[in-house]
């Protein structure tokens, strides 16, 4: 290193550490984690990897794997929006950073925290929220939820939460909170709905299946009274056992809508996978009785 370089370094590091923590101050990181960032930018200074790289992009860099680490839900996004560090650059700052400390961060990976921000930005009720986080705890429990995004992972259990509970949650809103694609969304999404059906098929019988809906559809008691009634009267002229979650997913739409309390489709199909036409066909049945 000439002289040059060694009177350099303090205003370096000085410059460094300044853009870590303001950086933290406007993503709201904790101050433990700020420390953290700074001790990954002073090992990786020590090893002189950060030498020959943009210093916003390094600082910015050591931040994220910091926050990564301390598992404090930010996406890029966020971070790009907080430093003056370009995206592509950034990620692959982050990872020359761990290769270079040895530090695997899958195994800070917790879409749970990302749950419980998206739910508070969300305004969620604790309900739907309890739901999306056992809904990522089953993917995990089957082994589906290594390498994915826990970001993009936890969006998705937001939105199929969402969905059972018949609230109406847009999927662009979920791309912007959780910086992630719609196809992004939409393939976690079904990946998920796989386990839930596999983990908790709906029951052989209509009148069951009614019940089995309302685990998480906030149907009320009337209306699932109503509904068993025209189940029960379906049946005098139906084999609705046969089809038993289109018929119950079809007798809560009828009641619903006859209680004044309309459930959505989207609410009915997607749990037991019928179809809208399916559900609609069985409906018009239940209302000519």
């Not at 089995?212 to 068993?228: K, N, Q």
Request: charged content about 25%; hydrophobic content about 40%; some cysteine.
């Amino acid at each position: 290193m000439t002289t040059d370089e060694t009177s350099a370094e303090p205003q370096v590091v000085g410059d460094a550490l300044d853009r870590i923590q303001s950086a933290a101050t406007v993503l709201g990181v904790p101050a433990e984690t700020t420390e953290t960032a700074v001790a990954v930018f002073r090992r990786h200074r020590d090893q002189r990897a950060a030498h020959a790289h943009n210093v916003a992009t390094t600082a910015a860099a050591c931040l994220y794997v910091a926050c990564k680490v301390e598992r404090v839900p930010r996406t890029v996004d966020e971070f790009v929006d907080a430093t003056e560090a370009d995206r592509t650059q950034l990620l692959r700052r982050a990872k020359a950073v761990t290769s270079e400390l040895g530090i695997d961060l899958s195994g800070f990976a917790d879409a749970s925290q990302y749950v419980d921000r998206y739910a508070d930005e969300l305004a969620l009720p604790e309900g739907v929220a309890d739901r999306a986080r056992e809904i990522v705890d089953h993917c995990e429990d089957a082994g589906i939820a290594g390498g994915k995004s826990p970001s993009g992972w936890a969006a998705a259990a937001i939105y199929n939460a969402c969905v059972e509970a018949d609230m109406d949650v847009r999927q662009d809103t979920l791309t912007e909170l959780a910086d992630v694609t719609h196809v992004t969304i939409r393939n976690r999404y079904k990946e998920q709905r796989e386990v839930l059906r596999e983990r908790n098929p709906p029951p052989a019988t209509a009148a069951a299946a009614i019940d089995w809906y309302r685990e998480y559809l906030p149907a009320s008691e009337y209306v699932a009274d109503t509904a068993r009634e025209l189940l029960a009267t379906a049946a005098d002229y139906h084999p609705v056992d046969d089809e038993a979650a289109a018929w119950a997913a079809a007798s809560l739409r009828v009641a619903g809508e006859r209680a004044g309390a309309p459930i959505g489709m989207k609410a009915l199909k997607t749990p037991a996978g019928c179809s809208s036409s399916d559900i609609h066909e069985r409906a018009s049945d239940l209302e000519s009785l």
